[in-house]
């Protein structure tokens, strides 16, 4: 006999308290391959207001393309890059985190997709997740990426990060200061970010 | 290669984006529809979390400070199943909820009830290999919130768990059996379906077989999806 899922639930405004604890800005260390980018962006609701309390959940490859195993310890003697961190929004709904651009994963076709992050979105409000992705401009693989291919072609700006033209000054280790790049996500209304299901 | 996938919820297991009732969700669920994505390695994959980050009393909360936690001591206890009832061994369980009074640690908390200097109301623990985990904690309190006039949650722990892969992600709230708060509750009651949604609650309260100078509060959360 099978069961369902577990209901999914809010986490409501005061998740920080819990979660806080895998919250980190910069996913790069000193020794890991890629090209370093800041991502910058904003969180909004239908009304363009912003959205303080919300919590992205960030999972990529690493510049080669694998997804990494385990997070922890973060003191074993090879570098390693960690895929997964929390980001929270700000007073004014803003968020900002360093890391290194993915290299291309197989689709199930056999194919690559092109370098993407998937983005959780949780907040209050939000009885589930929002489940998203953020591709890069200007990248060979977009025209062909499977999961793109799926998104009507008026909507898949929206998965789109922005160049800014600037670097960063953040302190990240090797290379020169990262490449900025905004990206917004709009959880309802006009410009709404296209979310995912499975 | 075939393509591993998971199985979908039965309709009316999960709540919908927008529940009216529960009034934030009304600006921030989506209006477009959603769009079925493949099951590609970007969410077949996930995680792996290890022991290193897990302290000493991260499953005590009551034991966190220089003094004992006020309030009712409980034991809050189950295992991380998949859907045919398989254990889910090394699952990331993180929990955070309001102390005894109904009072969460958090700056942006502006309920009234005092805070308890010997409680910060977080918690976190890898499921063992029988996907068993298990926190001592304090029974936390209700709250008002503005959702409505004389809004009051009920009492609940927030879960937060990691299965083998990023669709296994699940974030819940466990409550307690016999709650009159439970029936007004909008974030509970937006589980369509009544079984699931009474699967949130955690079985009744009953004594330790051994001798522990608490209540003994088995749980059955459980039921993260995992890869078939």
Known sequence: ?198 | MKAASYGRAPAGTQPNYLYPQYVSTCKRSPKQPLILLPHTLSELTGPVFGHSEIGENDNDLTHQHSGEAQGERIIVSGRVLDEEGRAIPGALVEVWQTNAAGRYRHRVDQHGAPLDPNFTGCGRVLTDREGRYRFVTIKPGAYPWQNHPNAWRPAHIHFSLFGAGLLSRLVTQMYFPGDPLLPFDPVFNSVPDENARNRLISISFSVAAKPLPWRYLPERLGNVRRMK
């Not at chain 1, 577990?6 to 090209?35: C, D, K, W, Y």
């Not at chain 1, 992205?56 to 003191?75: H, K, M, V």
């Not at chain 1, 004014?92 to 985190?97: L, N, R, V």
């Not at chain 1, 700006?157 to 917004?184: H, Y």
Request: proline share 9%.
């Open chain 1, 1 to 198: 006999m099978t069961t369902p899922p577990t209901a999914s639930q809010t986490v409501g405004p005061f998740f920080h308290l819990g979660m806080a604890h895998l919250e980190r800005g910069n996913f790069v260390a000193q020794g890991i391959a890629g090209e370093r980018v800041t991502i910058r962006g904003q969180v909004l609701d239908a009304d363009g207001n912003a959205v303080p309390d919300a919590m992205l959940e960030i999972w990529q490859a690493d510049s080669s393309g694998r997804y990494g195993g385990e997070i922890f310890p973060q003191n074993s003697a090879t570098p390693r890059f960690l895929g997964f961190g929390r980001i929270e929004t700000d007073d004014k709904g803003e968020f900002s985190f360093t890391t290194i651009k993915p290299g291309r994963v197989a689709s199930p076709d056999g194919s690559l997709q092109a370098p993407h992050i998937v983005v959780t979105l949780f907040s209050r409000g939000l009885l589930k997740p929002l489940r998203t992705r953020l591709y890069f401009p200007d990248e060979p693989g977009n025209a062909d990426d499977p999961i793109l291919k799926l998104v009507p072609q008026e909507r898949r700006s929206t998965l789109m990060a922005r160049c800014s033209g600037q670097r960063g000054a953040k302190n990240v280790p090797e290379n020169a200061p990262p490449k900025i790049f905004d990206w917004k996500i709009v959880m309802q209304g006009d410009g709404e970010t296209v979310f995912f299901d499975y």
